[in-house]
């Protein structure tokens, strides 16, 4: 069981280079979250998914997309990258009507 | 609207001496409340957390939290710290409002927990 996966662990891109987080998770839960942590800020949420084929702005969604095709998967991506967006993300799924939430171990993102 | 804050960016304690670290929140309806752990360059580790009952919760390695409704504080407590407790804390709430929060958490901005030998 490997409970909430991200790929990929770490990246270095160019501004303006696009990406694609993934965020897989196979405890069947049906929402999932993307959070990114800087230093004196916390975890602020970015955008959520309450189920397959819905997704919500969090607190911080500007330059950032994201899909859910399926259940078990959450991308976020960046089109345009920028330094600014440099930041540890962190991934979550939690079951409806649970409440405790599991988190990826994070991915490390450096925008040059 | 949900908030958390931790006042103290840094805490130092020596080993052997007991720890606190401050969490304070706001949400409109019943909170459930988290903390959570982060050593260098590692994820999140979830210590414990307050949903209802006791109002002292018993979490991983020790620690423990005191859930106080009137002055809407959930401090991290440990009766006696370890230089290997040094790390980052994150105090979390999540809204209990009749479902519509979806689960979505809100952090405070995290403190420094520095152990001494």
């Known amino acids: 069981n490997a409970g909430v996966t991200q790929t990929p662990k770490f990246r270095v891109l160019k501004t303006g280079q696009s990406m694609t987080l993934l965020c897989a998770q196979d405890?069947?839960?049906?929402?999932m979250y993307w959070y990114r942590q800087d230093p004196g800020m916390g975890l602020r949420l970015i955008h959520y998914?309450?189920?397959?084929?819905?997704?919500a702005k969090g607190e911080v969604p500007d330059g950032y997309n994201v899909s859910r095709l399926k259940k078990q998967n959450f991308l976020l991506g960046l089109e345009s990258a920028a330094p600014s967006q440099t930041s540890v993300y962190f991934c979550?799924?939690?079951?409806?009507?649970?409440?405790?939430?599991?988190f990826g171990q994070g991915t490390r993102l450096t925008v040059v | 609207a949900q908030s958390v804050a931790q006042p103290e960016d840094q805490v130092n304690v020596a080993e052997g001496n007991p720890l606190t670290v401050k969490c304070t929140y706001s949400?409109?309806?019943?909170?459930?409340l988290f903390w959570y752990v982060q050593y260098p360059n590692r994820g999140l580790q979830f210590l414990l957390k307050?949903?209802?009952?006791?109002?002292l919760v018993k979490g991983s390695y020790g620690f423990e939290a005191e859930f106080n409704k009137s002055q809407t504080s959930f401090h991290l407590k440990k009766p006696s710290a370890l230089v290997s407790d040094s790390a980052l804390y994150f105090c979390?709430?999540?809204?209990?409002?009749?479902?519509?929060?979806?689960?979505?958490?809100?952090f405070g901005q995290g403190t420094i927990l520095t152990v001494h030998p």
């Open positions: 998914s309450v189920g397959e084929g819905t997704t």
């Open positions: 405890m069947n839960h049906e929402y």
């Open positions: 979390a709430v999540r809204d209990d409002a009749g479902g519509t929060s979806y689960g979505k958490l809100t």
């Open positions: 949400v409109s309806g019943n909170p459930y």
């Open positions: 979550a799924s939690i079951r409806v009507g649970a409440r405790e939430a599991f």
């Open positions: 307050y949903i209802t009952g006791d109002n």
